[in-house]
């Protein structure tokens, strides 16, 4: 048993970790990335994780406007469109169904960024 580290996703042994690592979770390869890419990941992971909620909170959204605002063109992107997603939508339950019957558009910019798999349960 090691240490989740994630920005990879992986399980990795205690030793592939520093005490700072463990802390924040990061194995020692991802520490080494350039802060924009990590931080790149740690955002996407972020929007992704509000349409795994049962709900979208008004505080998610205002987060979500900060994220919006960022000099990373594709998590603005990402954000902008996860508060409208929110702002139609909040609720997960019957989202995709409701997307795919009245709000084709945002579902196809959820395929187009690849976000839609946020959206699938599993
Ligand atoms: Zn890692």
């Known amino acids: 048993m090691g240490y ?3 920005i990879c996703r992986c399980s990795r042994p205690n030793e592939r970790f520093s005490a700072n690592g463990r802390r924040i979770h990061v194995c020692k390869i991802c520490i ?3 802060k924009e890419e990590r931080r790149h990941i740690e955002e996407s992971e972020e929007i992704c994780g509000f349409f795994k909620q049962s ?3 008004e505080k998610n959204r205002k987060r979500l406007a900060v994220l919006a605002a960022s000099s990373d063109a594709v998590i603005a992107r990402a954000a902008k469109l ?3 997603i929110a702002t139609a939508h909040p609720s997960k339950r019957r989202r995709m169904k409701f997307l795919a019957a009245q709000r084709r ?3 196809a910019e959820l395929e ?6 946020c959206l699938y349960n599993y």
Do not use: H, M, Q
Not at 112 to 117: A, F, H, S
């Open 32 to 34: 080494k990335l350039p």
């Open 4 to 6: 989740y580290c994630r």
């Open 55 to 57: 709900n979208i909170s």
């Open 112 to 117: 187009e960024t690849g976000l839609i798999v």
């Open 105 to 107: 558009d945002l579902l």
């Open 82 to 84: 996860a508060i409208e």
